[in-house]
Every structure is written in C-alpha cells, then in structure tokens.
C-alpha cells in the first residue's frame, strides 16, 4: 500500500549537507501497522513527510496505493493527499475552533455542502468517542481527547492510510494505552492501512504487525515483528524483547529459546531436564505479549558441549520451538539492556529422577 524505493532526502545549509534519508526502501502491506523506530535524528519525521511528500525527497519514489506521488502533477497530488490522513505529537488544533469546527476543516477544504459536513462531523466524533464534546475548545480537553480530535480530522476525507508522527509521545502511558487501542479498532473497522513513527518501542510491541529499525538516515532492519522475535540477531527483537543473562559458554552449551501462543504454557524446560537428565541452568527469561500474542524467549545454559546437547537441542526443536545455539564469543551486550518485565536471572533447575518434579533453585 505504501512503497518507496531509494527514498533520498538530503537537506542543505549554507556551509554543510545533512543526509537525513539514505536510500530508504520501505515496503508497507494493505491494512498493517507498520511501525519505524529509530533515535533523535534517525531519519523518521523526514521519513513521514517524505511520504505524503509534505517534504520533497531529493531522489526515489513514493508510491500510495499503487499511485507514484513523486511522477503526479500538484493538482493531482493534492487530490491524492486527500486519501492520505495524518496525526501529529502537539495534534495542531486551531484554537479559535471548537472541535466540530477542527473536525470540519479537511471537510471545508474539499468543499463538502454545509449539511453533508454536519453529518460527517457527527460521525467522525461518534468513531472516536467524543461525541459529547463537539462544542468545547482545545484548551478544555485533555491529552488523549485533543488526539482524538486530531484522528477525528484526519479520517474526514475517508482516507485509506493514516500516518502517525509520534502520535502518543506527549501523552501519559494509559492515555497513550487507549489511543493505540483506538487506532487498531479503527485499522479493523475502516480497514486503513497505518505507518507510524516513534521512538517508544512499547508502540511497537502493542499495536504493530510490522517493523523498522533507522540509523543514520538508512532502515537497518525490517520485517514483521512475529519473524523479527525469531531472528536471534535481530536488534529490534532484542530491544522489544530485552532478555538478560551472560553467554558464559565454558563447559556449558547456551541456547536462545522462543516459544509464543500455547507453547508459553508447556513445562519443557523441566521436561527436558527430567528427559535427558540435564542440568538446565536458566540464564534469564521473559513473556510478554507483542502484537497481541503471547510470545517467550528464555536462554539457558546446558551442561558440557554443543555435540554432548545435540540430542536435548533436538527435542527442543521437535516441539516447535524457535531453539538458537549461541556462539561464547557473540556479542550480546544489547540484550540486557533496557527494562525485561518478568525476567528470571540465575535460577536453575537440576535434573532429576522421570516423574519427580524439578528442583528449581534461585541462585543469586
Ligand atoms: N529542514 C531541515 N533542514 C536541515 N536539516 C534537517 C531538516 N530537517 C531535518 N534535518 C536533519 O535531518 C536529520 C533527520 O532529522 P529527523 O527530524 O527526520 O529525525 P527524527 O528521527 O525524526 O528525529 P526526532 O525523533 O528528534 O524528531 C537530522 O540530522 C536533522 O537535523
């Protein structure tokens, strides 16, 4: 639905250049939320603007919906805008309006009848539940229902793609919380298609089917967030997903476990122990829910070698799980970063007699 093909922006001062989008290739499928996350200066708000071509790119394509924007004419570009909504951090509320009247504005500008607008404002508010508050000012409404107000105006001319510029960012986590809960019912319920940029890696993991990573101008990494989380060298997945612990390999095999829906449930680790009668020592361990499903990854340290395990490591593997053997000398500094909700840190479960339960000893 949204495509760019070497998407190249680069901006220009008196005495210097700032490349602020390198090539970006950026593939967003029909009805997605596609997520693109990045640093201070990544790229990202350039990225967003480059899209609606609010900002011109110096070289590459934009395509929405099959239509190069970047090859139409301006009157036709504006036409195809109309199909383009758009939300904002500080929601640019005209604060002489009152919200039906912010709400009407797209509606003025496509020259929609006064009747005709009246109805679409009414439904427009209802979709976002601000259906009692048509009269009142920005300045009487909070956060959250400023953001709604924003939507509201965005999807006036029933557009196919919204874009999201940092939409939650100024907002508190529980307001942030039912505005993403918003724009999913919404993804569903008119079908739209969403590409949203932030730096909050929470947005991501709550409401996105898909992701980017952008450094220095230039995507580093993208994919569904469901492959992203099976990828062990994905950072994106070790920053959604944070998992502690040390690859300290010596007389012991580590090994990255991912496991998500039902599997989350099943004792394996204990299984396996009891199974192979193998030491399990657990390194660290999360569950969380990211787009919606529950997803796992534990790593634990098998006792002696790679070739002493490789019968445990198959079990593993035989139940479905996503089982990556990691290499002593690997880097993986990135994943203790950050906050790991739930995570285990230095427990250990012994093997132990089949059908006895597992010992499992915290320690330290
Ligand atoms: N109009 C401009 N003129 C010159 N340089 C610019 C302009 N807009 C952005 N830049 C530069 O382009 C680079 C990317 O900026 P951009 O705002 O797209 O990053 P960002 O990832 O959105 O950052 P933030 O999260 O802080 O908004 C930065 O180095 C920035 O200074």
């Known amino acids: 639905m949204i495509r760019t093909h070497a998407l190249t922006k680069v901006f220009r001062a008196r005495d210097r250049e700032v490349t602020a989008l390198d090539h970006v290739d950026l593939d967003v499928a029909e009805g997605e939320i596609f997520g693109v996350l990045g640093r201070s200066g990544a790229g990202k708000s350039t990225l967003i603007r480059c899209v609606n071509l609010l900002e011109r790119p110096t070289s590459g394509t934009v395509a929405v919906g099959g239509r190069e924007l970047t090859a139409l004419s301006a009157r036709d570009l504006r036409a195809e805008r109309l199909r383009i909504g758009m939300i904002f951090q500080h929601f640019n509320l005209l604060s002489s309006r009152d919200v039906a009247g912010n709400v009407a504005v797209p509606l003025e500008i496509a020259g929609v009848g006064r009747a005709e607008r009246n109805r679409k404002v009414a439904e427009l508010l209802e979709l976002v539940g601000l259906s009692g508050h048509a009269k009142a000012y920005p300045a009487q409404l909070s956060g959250g229902q ?211 339960a597992p010992t499992f000893a915290k320690e330290a």
């Open 146 to 356: 400023k953001q709604r107000v924003g939507i509201a105006r965005a999807l006036a001319n029933d557009p196919r793609v919204l874009l999201c510029d940092e939409a939650t960012s100024a907002l508190d986590p529980e307001t942030t919380r039912s505005i993403l809960d918003l724009l999913r019912d919404l993804r569903s319920s008119l079908g739209l298609t969403i590409l949203l940029i932030t730096h909050e890696m929470d947005v991501v993991k709550s409401i996105c089917d898909s992701a980017a990573l952008m450094e220095d101008g230039r995507v580093v990494e993208s994919g569904s967030v469901a492959d992203l989380l099976t990828r062990p060298d994905s950072r994106l997945a070790r920053d959604m997903f944070p998992l502690g612990g040390p690859v300290d390999g010596k007389g012991s095999t580590v090994v990255d476990i991912t496991f998500r829906g039902e599997e989350t449930a099943h004792p394996f680790v204990s299984t396996l122990a009891r199974t192979y009668n193998v030491d399990v020592n657990i390194l660290g361990a999360a569950v969380e829910t990211v787009g919606g499903r529950q997803v796992g990854r534990m790593r634990i340290a098998l006792d002696g070698g790679f070739e002493q395990n490789v019968v445990p490591i198959g079990y593993l593997r035989e139940q479905g799980l996503q089982v990556d053997v990691l290499d002593a000398d690997a880097d993986v500094a990135g994943a203790v970063d950050g906050p790991a909700a739930g995570r285990i840190v230095g427990a250990r479960i012994a093997a132990t007699a089949p059908g006895a």
